[in-house]
C-alpha cells in the first residue's frame, strides 16, 4: 500500500482536483520499467487512473529502466493531453534485484515537473550498508519512498513505510476530520490524520524496537552477510556444470538456469518434499529459479546443502 | 479497508472501464447517511471519485438514514447524468450506535440497479446475538458488508473483514497477475489475489481461533454481556439528576449530557488523572460524552464507579 499512497500523492500533485472531485476525463498516467511489481498496476486500478494508463518502459539488459525510452514516452503522452502523475522508479526488482537509474530519471521527471516516488521496498534497506548504498545514488530527488522492513531487514509482517520529501502532502491527499475519533493526541504524532487505513497496528514500533537492539552497526552487518551469502551462491553456480547464472547479482537475488529440467516442475518437486521452498521466475523467455539471499541466520554450508538437493532432484528428473 | 474495497466493488460493477481506463470524466457518486464514518469519505478520495460527490444523506432523530430522501437525492443525480455508484449504509454508526434501514435503502438500490454496501465495521457483530440480530435485518440484500472484528468482537487489531455476495467480483477489481509471487498455492485459498495490500499478515487466523475458542454461543454470550453493560449505563443515567440520556441505545454506544461543565474539559481531566478514558462527540448540536459497551470483562459496578467519578469530576469543575 505504500506505493500506492505514493502514486496517489503524485496523482493528487499532476490534478490537486482529483481528490475532490475525482478525474475530470483527461487521461492521467504512471510510468513504471517493464520489471516493476505488479502493486503498481493494482494500485493505478484503485487510484481511479486505470490499469491501461500505466506506461510500461523498456528495460536494459540487467533489467534497469531505460531512462531516454521513458523521457521519449512522457513527451509523446504530453504532446497527446495526458497528465503524467509520477514516475515510479523499482529500487530492487523483484525478479533481478535491479535498481533504475535514479538520477537519470529525477532528471526527466524535473524537466517536466514530475512526482518521482521510488519503490524501494525490496531495495531500500540497501542504504544501510556503507558501500552498498551506492544503489540507491540520487534516491535524494525522489519525492517519496517506499521501504519495507518486513522484507530484507526481517521485521515480522506488515511493516511498510512511506518516507517523503515534503510534509504536509499527505495529510492533504488522505485527513479527514473526524471529530468523535481524534481527541487528545498531538497532531504531529497522530498516524490516524495521515494512514489511508482508519484500524492502526503500530508497525512502526516493531521497527524502532529492531533498530534499538541492532543499530546502524548492526543493519550494516546483517546485510553484510545477506550480500556475503548472494556472492557465495553466484560463485557456486557460475562453477556448477549443471546451471547457469543469468546475471552477476548487483544485490540479493539470484536467478539462474537448471540445465536439463523444467524449472516449474523442479521447483515443487523441491517443495513437496520439504527440501527447499524456492521460486521461479521468467528472465529473458527462460524459465529459471529465483533464489533470494534475504535469510542472515543461514550460512554458505545451508546454501551448498541446497545446491545439491537441487542437483540431486535434477538428476533424478532427467534419468526419470 | 473494507469500506473502501466495498465501494471499489461498486464503482468497479457501475463503470467496469474504471480500473482499466481511469474515469471517462462522468460524475460517479456515493451515497451515506450523514451519520456515516469518516472513512467513506477518504475511500472516495482515494478512489478517484472525490469527497465532493459523497452525497450525505439526511438522518432520522435516531441517527438512521432517511431512506426517501436518499430516493430522492438518487434521481436528481441520475436526472443530471452522474453514475451512482454505491449507497453505503450504516449497521451501527460511530456516535448513536444507529442502524440504517438496510430493507427501505435496498429497495432503492434495486430499482435503480445501485451497489449497496454495508459499513458493520461496528454493528456487524450483532449478527452473533440470537435476539439483536434483527438490528441487520436485511443484510441479505447488501452486495458487500464490511465486519470488523477487532472492535466489538475483541480481536485484535487489525481483523476487518469484506463479506461478498457475488464471487468472482473482488478478484475483477484487484486481481493483477504475478506469475514470480503466486505459486504452488490453490487458488480459491490465496488470498494474494484478491487482497489489497501486497504483503500478508494472516489476520483471518486470529478470528479463526477466537471463534474455535468461544464458538456460536460464547458470541453470543459475550454480546449479551456488552448489552447488559450498555442498558445498565443507559438506566443508571436516566435516573441521575446529573446527567441526561441523549437516547435509549439500540447498540453499545451511550450518548449523554453532563450537566454545567464542558464535556471536553471534563474528558480531558479524567484522562490526565488516569480514572477513565472517556470520548465526546456531538449530537444534535451539543457536545456529549460517548461511552461504548465494548469490553465484556468489566462489571456493572465498574460502570458505578466510572459515573461516580465523572460526578465528582463534575462537581469540582464547578465548584472551581
Redesign the interface.
Known amino acids: 500500500?505504500a506505493n500506492?499512497v505514493g502514486m496517489?500523492m503524485g496523482?493528487d500533485r499532476a490534478n490537486p482536483?482529483?481528490?475532490?472531485?475525482?478525474?475530470?476525463?483527461?487521461?492521467?498516467t504512471f510510468y513504471v520499467s517493464d520489471q516493476s511489481?505488479?502493486?503498481v498496476?493494482?494500485a493505478a486500478?484503485?487510484?481511479?487512473?486505470?490499469?491501461?494508463?500505466v506506461r510500461k518502459i523498456s528495460s536494459d539488459n540487467r533489467g534497469r529502466m531505460n531512462a531516454d525510452d521513458l523521457a521519449k514516452v512522457i513527451e509523446t503522452d504530453i504532446a497527446n493531453g495526458c497528465v503524467p502523475c509520477a514516475v515510479i522508479a523499482t529500487c530492487g526488482t523483484?525478479?533481478l534485484g535491479a535498481f533504475d537509474p535514479l538520477k537519470q530519471i529525477a532528471s526527466v521527471c524535473r524537466k517536466h515537473d514530475i512526482w518521482l516516488h521510488a519503490d524501494g521496498a525490496f531495495g531500500g534497506p540497501a542504504l544501510l550498508h556503507r558501500q552498498h548504498r551506492d544503489l540507491l545514488d540520487g534516491i535524494e530527488y525522489a519525492d517519496s519512498l517506499t521501504w519495507?522492513a518486513?522484507k530484507v531487514m526481517g521485521v515480522p509482517?506488515?511493516c511498510?513505510m512511506l518516507l517523503c520529501q515534503h510534509q504536509g502532502k499527505l495529510s492533504k491527499?488522505?485527513q479527514?476530520?473526524?471529530?468523535?475519533?481524534f481527541?487528545?493526541d498531538h497532531e504531529d504524532l497522530n498516524p490516524g490524520l495521515r494512514s489511508?487505513?482508519?484500524?492502526?497496528?503500530n508497525d512502526a514500533f516493531k521497527l524502532w524496537a529492531a533498530w534499538q537492539a541492532l543499530g546502524d552497526n548492526g543493519w550494516h552487518q546483517r546485510l553484510e552477510q545477506q550480500f556475503k551469502l548472494a556472492t557465495f551462491a553466484a560463485d557456486y553456480i557460475e562453477q556448477s556444470p549443471n546451471f547457469e547464472l543469468c546475471q552477476r547479482p548487483d544485490y540479493l537475488t539470484i536467478c539462474f538456469k537448471v540445465y536439463g529440467v523444467d524449472v516449474v516442475e523442479l521447483?515443487?518437486q523441491l517443495?513437496v518434499s520439504g527440501e527447499a521452498l524456492i521460486?521461479?521466475?521468467?528472465v529473458r523467455g527462460d524459465q529459471v529459479m529465483?533464489l533470494v539471499a534475504v535469510n542472515p541466520e543461514i550460512s554458505t554450508s545451508d546454501l551448498q546443502r541446497l545446491f545439491e538437493n537441487i542437483v540431486a532432484k535434477q538428476t533424478s528428473i532427467i534419468s526419470a
Open positions: 500500500m500506492f496517489m496523482r482536483s482529483f481528490r475532490e472531485h475525482g478525474s475530470d476525463g483527461r487521461q492521467h511489481h505488479y502493486s498496476d493494482k486500478a484503485m487510484l481511479g487512473v486505470g490499469r491501461a494508463n523483484t525478479v519495507d518486513h509482517l506488515t511498510s491527499s488522505v479527514q476530520d473526524a471529530e468523535y475519533l481527541q487528545v489511508i487505513q482508519c484500524g492502526r497496528r521447483c515443487e517443495h521460486g521461479h521466475a521468467n529465483r
